[in-house]
């Protein structure tokens, strides 16, 4: 079993940037495909990014070149790093770890992007 815990969200300015981290617990991160989810107010969870055990990326056309997402096998930790931010990207994003059949949620980090 698998534990997130996201950490980073907060306010920022359009244009902005910030970097969103997930720790993960439990000795066996490595052989987890990781994802970054987001879900506005309204709106339905929708995919943002995501990294495979050899850390291949791929992005939701409404964030690629603006977001990265990284992972650090030894740290447990998965990033996204959100830059060039704008308001529509307002959300609460949320870390998740699957592996076969089994998927793992954390808890969501809030990014408002607003003046």
């Known amino acids: 079993q698998v534990q997130l815990v996201e950490s980073g969200g907060g306010l920022v300015q359009p244009g902005g940037s910030l970097r969103l981290s997930c720790a993960a617990s439990?000795?066996?991160?490595?052989?987890?495909?990781m994802n970054w989810y987001r879900q506005a107010p309204g709106n339905q969870r929708e995919l943002v990014a995501r990294i495979t055990t050899d850390s291949s990326t791929s992005y939701a056309d409404s964030v690629k070149g603006r977001f990265t997402i990284s992972r650090d096998n030894a740290k447990k930790t998965v990033y996204l790093q959100l830059n060039s931010l704008k308001p529509e990207d307002t959300a609460v994003y949320y870390c998740?770890?699957?592996?076969?059949?089994?998927?793992?949620w954390g808890q969501g980090t809030q990014v408002t992007v607003s003046t």
């Open positions: 998740n770890a699957v592996y076969s059949i089994l998927s793992y």
């Open positions: 439990g000795s066996t991160f490595k052989i987890y495909n």
